[in-house]
């Protein structure tokens, strides 16, 4: 092998936000679920994670650049994933750059990671989701790992749970399997992303801090002291997601927009159920919450659903354009710009909504 070369890969995951939570784990290691759940994967041009992966005889250790800072990559998730891609690492061959990697080089090489997120890092907009699955796909790229979508997800599972749903687009679940190793709690596609074409999504940026309790820790501090939880997995979760599935094959916006408001509105009571009680939302959250409910019963059909991750920015499903451009303009009303609860609203989809709005 000649010493002076690199080789590198580009890729892009979208977020996704889940309409059917995950919160709790029974294996903390191999990070395995208490329930199965169900997102929406965004659009892939916004709230997304670019990461370039390079590997390099120079390279003396395997190193991390995140929004441009170092991070380590000691921690048990990045282990994981590096250990699980690099077992199935293959071949490579680049004829024009004179490039040969044997199969067995991949344990000796060390890669180069660069990761940046065009939007608040850790604020509850799931940017583990999108950072671990495009870390994973992306060094599965350049390690040239035969693996299909759902192989990867048990691996990018192992950096962050949601991830594991990022590698799909559309509407994706989470089986939480039952096996003991965790290689039937896999990702699966109910529903590309042209199913439900008409459903924008607007995420209301309520505060872009970083949030005080990660899911990580607040998800594990619930297993543990929360009464309300094992009722929520066990019962109240497998039967919603029969019904979500349903919902989403039969583009049923009242019984999605039902499912998803109250699978978030118990999430967050299983927060206040744990001890020490987790306070993701804050007054503008709950102001958002009774503005789409008195909204959606004026209407006497729903017209968006809201759902609010381990944070307090809202994440907006409008039932179509319309539902949309009335939704912004009544945000705007009632969070004015430059006022104490200015909601810098992101608008995935057509940014002309935001214009009709104006
Ligand atoms: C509230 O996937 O961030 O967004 O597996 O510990 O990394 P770890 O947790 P993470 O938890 C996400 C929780 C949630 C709900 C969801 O996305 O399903």
Redesign the pocket.
């Known amino acids: 092998m000649a010493e002076k070369w690199v080789l590198m890969v580009t890729a892009q995951t979208p977020t996704?936000?889940?309409v059917?939570?995950?919160?709790g784990?029974r294996d903390e290691n191999l990070?395995l679920p208490i329930n199965d759940?169900i997102?929406v994967t965004l659009d892939p041009q916004h709230l997304c994670t670019t990461t370039s992966v390079a590997v390099s005889p120079a390279f003396t250790h395997d190193r991390m650049w995140l929004n441009g800072k170092e991070i380590s990559l000691s921690g048990g998730?990045y282990q994981n994933c590096l250990r699980e891609l690099r077992a199935r690492a293959s071949d490579v061959e680049d004829e024009e750059k004179g490039i040969k990697i044997a199969k067995k080089d991949w344990e000796k090489l060390h890669v180069h990671i660069a990761s940046y997120n065009n939007f608040p890092t850790a604020a509850?907009l799931?940017s583990?989701?999108a950072g671990?699955a495009c870390l994973v796909f992306s060094l599965a790229k350049l390690m040239n790992v035969k693996e299909d979508h759902s192989k990867l997800s048990a691996i990018a599972?192992q950096?962050?749970?949601?991830?594991c749903?990022s590698l799909y687009g559309g509407f994706v679940k989470?089986i939480m399997g039952k096996e003991e190793n965790g290689s039937d709690s896999i990702a699966v596609q109910l529903a590309d992303e042209k199913h439900w074409g008409d459903l924008v999504i607007i995420i209301a940026v309520v505060c872009s801090r970083q949030k005080e309790t990660?899911?990580?820790s607040g998800?594990r501090e619930t297993v543990e002291t929360s009464m309300l939880i094992e009722h929520r997995a066990k019962e109240v979760v497998p039967r919603r997601i029969i019904q979500m599935e349903e919902a989403i094959k039969d583009h049923d916006f009242p019984s999605f927009s039902r499912l998803a408001c109250s699978d978030s509105n118990q999430?967050h009571a299983v927060c206040l159920d744990t001890s020490p009680p987790i306070f993701y939302m804050n007054d503008t959250s709950h102001r958002i919450i009774s503005c789409i409910e008195k909204w959606n019963r004026f209407e006497g059909t729903p017209q968006v659903a809201y759902t609010f991750?381990?944070g307090p920015n809202a994440v907006l499903i409008a039932h179509n354009r319309n539902a949309a451009k009335l939704l912004l303009q009544r945000l705007l009303f009632y969070f004015p710009p430059q006022s104490d609860t200015d909601l810098s609203s992101y608008v995935i989809g057509d940014k002309s909504i935001l214009e009709d709005a104006g």
Do not use: E, H, L, V
């Open positions: 996704n936000i889940a059917i939570k995950y919160w784990k990070i759940s997102s998730r509850g799931a583990s989701a671990f599972r950096g962050s749970g949601s991830a749903r989470w990660s899911s990580t998800m999430f991750d381990a």
